[in-house]
């Protein structure tokens, strides 16, 4: 009995082989990795899902002041004295009535005022004209309408005068080197995160049902990741969220409706979404939806929505749209019709019946017939210009259930 004692004892204390021990540290590892990934992904959501929440908010400030622009009113600054409105005669083929000119100037203005009150770049800052001279920025503080008047010698625009408003001089006075009169912009803020230093501005300084729109954030939705001194608003990943005013380039703004397969939609005609265009063009004044200098009938349909995109880089932290216009690169598809050197849409050279008039145009650059859309919305603001870079990006687009 003895040696079979000593034979199951053996057996007993025998261990692992090292073939066993590796088959188990793989299964082992093997696990860990899925648990690994799974706890990736969720915590990836997560992140995404109060990113989102910070979108949803930023998005309705945006929406509300956007909306109050409907009923602003507009004042002209008088033609000079004899002079003609309209411009042409009524036997010209560019004959327009004076109520069309009037609404296309009140539809430019309230553009430009948008752009004073909500800009998403630093070349939509307006600074005095003392110092536009001392730091050799652009002069123009004054836009041109397309309303005309005639006079001897060749036609006018009536211009409309807009001072900075109170909110734009807010946003430049934070801006601005304080109890500098004129004011005089801090060197260097624009160097990094500007477009999204100038978000917080624009929500900092908006109300939503009475209150400050600021109520609706809390303190780790805001940071300053530059530590320049300009706050932004911050995603779960602690990057800066940006946004654009007019993000006629981005893929998902074709329609934005909550039904979406509303036949209404789309004109059976021209294919474009009767909703393209603007909120505030209640009467369809648009220079691109007329003839041309060279008296073309074929317009320049604005195919895309204005409706504001704000986007977060995601996980990558590589955002994979155009925040900004590149003029050297945009091709001119009519003659005429250019970007003064700007790197916003708020400086379009357009050409009309009565001259070329410096325009902010959302649409920029617009498609011409027979070019189709894809020709140009590359250039386009809000442009995928990089989709490995995309692919994660979060936007109030995903979020509201706009589709490409």
Request: charged share 20%; aromatic share 8%.
């Given at each position: 009995m003895k040696p079979i004692q000593k034979d199951l004892k053996r057996r007993q204390l025998r261990g692992f082989t090292l073939v066993e021990l590796l088959v188990t540290i793989s299964i082992m590892a093997t696990v860990a990795g899925m648990f690994l990934v799974a706890y990736r992904g969720a915590a990836t959501e997560a992140s995404n899902i109060k990113t989102q929440s910070t979108i949803r908010k930023i998005t309705?400030?945006?929406?509300?002041?956007?909306?109050?622009?409907?009923?602003?009113?507009?004042?002209?600054?008088?033609?000079?004295?004899?002079?003609?409105?309209?411009?042409?005669?009524?036997?010209?083929?560019?004959?327009?009535?004076?109520?069309?000119?009037?609404?296309?100037?009140?539809?430019?203005?309230?553009?430009?005022?948008?752009?004073?009150?909500?800009?998403?770049?630093?070349?939509?800052?307006?600074?005095?004209?003392?110092?536009?001279?001392?730091?050799?920025?652009?002069?123009?503080?004054?836009?041109?309408?397309?309303?005309?008047?005639?006079?001897?010698?060749?036609?006018?625009?009536?211009?409309?005068q807009l001072g900075a408003s109170n909110r734009a001089m807010r946003i430049m006075q934070k801006l601005s080197v304080p109890g500098t009169v004129p004011l005089v912009p801090i060197q260097g803020w624009e160097t990094t995160n500007a477009?999204?230093?100038?978000?917080?501005?624009?929500?900092?300084?908006?109300?939503?049902?009475?209150?400050?729109?600021?109520?609706?954030?809390?303190?780790?939705?805001v940071g300053d990741t530059d530590n320049d001194g300009f706050p932004e608003f911050i995603d779960a990943y602690r990057r800066p969220i940006q946004w654009l005013r007019w993000p006629s380039g981005f893929p998902s703004t074709l329609r934005y409706h909550p039904d979406l397969l509303d036949p209404a939609?789309?004109?059976?005609?021209?294919?474009?979404?009767?909703?393209?265009?603007?909120?505030?063009?209640?009467?369809?004044?648009?220079?691109?939806?007329?003839?041309?200098?060279?008296?073309?009938?074929?317009?320049l349909i604005p195919d895309i929505g204005t409706f504001p995109l704000v986007v977060s880089p995601g996980a990558d932290g590589v955002?994979?749209?155009?925040?900004?216009?590149?003029?050297?690169?945009?091709?001119?598809?009519?003659?005429?019709?250019?970007?003064?050197?700007?790197?916003t849409v708020r400086d379009v050279l357009f050409p009309t019946p009565y001259g070329t008039v410096p325009m902010p145009d959302p649409w920029y650059p617009r498609p011409r017939p027979p070019l189709s859309n894809s020709d140009l919305s590359i250039y386009r603001l809000g442009a995928v210009i990089n989709p490995s870079a995309f692919k994660d990006d979060v936007t109030n687009f995903d979020i509201n259930g706009a589709y490409q």
């Open positions: 309705e400030v945006l929406n509300t002041r956007l909306q109050e622009y409907e009923n602003t009113p507009v004042s002209f600054v008088a033609p000079i004295p004899g002079n003609a409105i309209p411009a042409l005669a009524t036997t010209d083929a560019g004959y327009e009535p004076a109520t069309v000119l009037m609404e296309r100037a009140r539809l430019l203005a309230l553009r430009e005022l948008i752009c004073f009150e909500m800009p998403d770049h630093p070349d939509d800052i307006r600074w005095t004209y003392a110092t536009v001279q001392s730091q050799g920025m652009p002069t123009t503080t004054v836009r041109g309408t397309g309303l005309v008047s005639q006079s001897t010698g060749g036609f006018f625009p009536v211009f409309v477009n999204s230093e100038l978000l917080y501005l624009i929500v900092e300084d908006s109300t939503i049902n009475g209150s400050s729109a600021m109520e609706l954030f809390g303190r780790t939705e939609l789309i004109d059976p005609v021209t294919k474009v979404s009767r909703f393209s265009g603007d909120s505030i063009d209640r009467m369809k004044a648009d220079p691109g939806l007329r003839p041309n200098a060279a008296g073309d009938s074929k317009v955002f994979g749209q155009r925040f900004e216009l590149d003029p050297s690169t945009i091709p001119t598809p009519v003659a005429g019709y250019s970007l003064s050197g700007s790197r």
